[in-house]
């Protein structure tokens, strides 16, 4: 019983390790998965980005991200591009954990 327990509670925190949006900021674009441009205004963002503090904290696609220390850390690994048409993804900073989320759920694949 106890090792079924386990087990469970593994393949749960596997599960959202998994789905989780570790991001890591490398130096150059070659290194990147996913090109990204910071937007002036939420509404010309692809996705509403929130820094989440911890780990524990970062969602399954759907803007909050972790930045990691380490690129094995993450799931994902970003280069911040200096004009738009070289990014994939256009993104905007918010303020809040609830503003977090998709404007363009065409573009939401990139992450995953």
């Known amino acids: ?25 490398v130096d150059y674009a070659s290194q990147a998965d996913v090109k990204v441009f910071v937007v002036k205004y939420e509404s ?17 696609n759907d803007g909050k991200w972790f930045f990691t220390d380490h690129s094995s ?21 918010v303020d809040y954990e609830s503003q977090a989320g998709w404007n363009k759920s065409s573009k939401k694949a990139i992450m995953y």
């Open 44 to 60: 010309q963002a692809d996705l509403k980005v929130y820094k989440v503090k911890y780990e524990s904290q970062a969602g399954k």
């Open 1 to 25: 019983m106890k090792k079924s327990i386990l087990i469970f509670i593994l393949s749960v925190a596997i599960h959202f390790n998994l789905n989780a949006q570790k991001v890591f900021s």
């Open 73 to 93: 850390q993450a799931d994902k690994k970003v280069f911040f591009v200096e004009y738009e048409s070289q990014a994939d993804i256009n993104i905007y900073f």
